[in-house]
């Protein structure tokens, strides 16, 4: 299976999980609406007790109040790996039809993920310019790849700094002055 219908499965089960809380909230709020109506139509209506089916009511709405905002909280997060993965798939899929197969030249829009035509001027989705996703695309794979060369790069063990390529060999770090213990074997100083 791959990565985005994972996420995308992740997603959906977030959203029903948000339905069923929400549903269950409104239940609740009719349960605290039917008990103060019953006790202003027993009473007369400018003095209201509060007994413990409201109190219990109230509990059940914060508890439900609280678990969607977490819920929100996973799903925005959700939404914005997903958005990224679709436009790492999307410029995958683009850059593969362009090549390969011209009949099916077609990405996942990052914004609304509707299967998307890199022919058309816009989304049919959103209404965004298919220029301007495919160059976010373009953007987040430079920024990946970017990620990846600096993770690989060797880095002063004491501040961190990258040490480039002609200091491979250096005694002292040329950024913080600190000793290396060991410099990198086979690397010349320039």
Sequence with gaps: MRYID??????ESIRSGRGD????REA????LGEAVYRRIADGDGRTLEVDESMRE?????LACDAELAEMAALQRAHDSELAEEATRNAITNAEWAMVDDWDDMTFICPNCFTRTS???DYCVGCGQ??????????????EERHRKEEAAQERCPHCGAPLPERYKMALFCPTCGAKRDQPSAGATVR
């Design 57 to 61: 009511a109230v509990r059940a709405i």
């Design 118 to 120: 890199i022919e058309l």
């Design 129 to 142: 310019p298919v220029k301007d996703l495919v160059l976010h695309g373009v953007r987040l794979q430079i």
């Design 21 to 24: 809380l929400e549903r269950k």
């Design 6 to 11: 994972v996420l995308w499965g992740a997603r």
């Design 28 to 31: 609740n709020l009719q349960l």
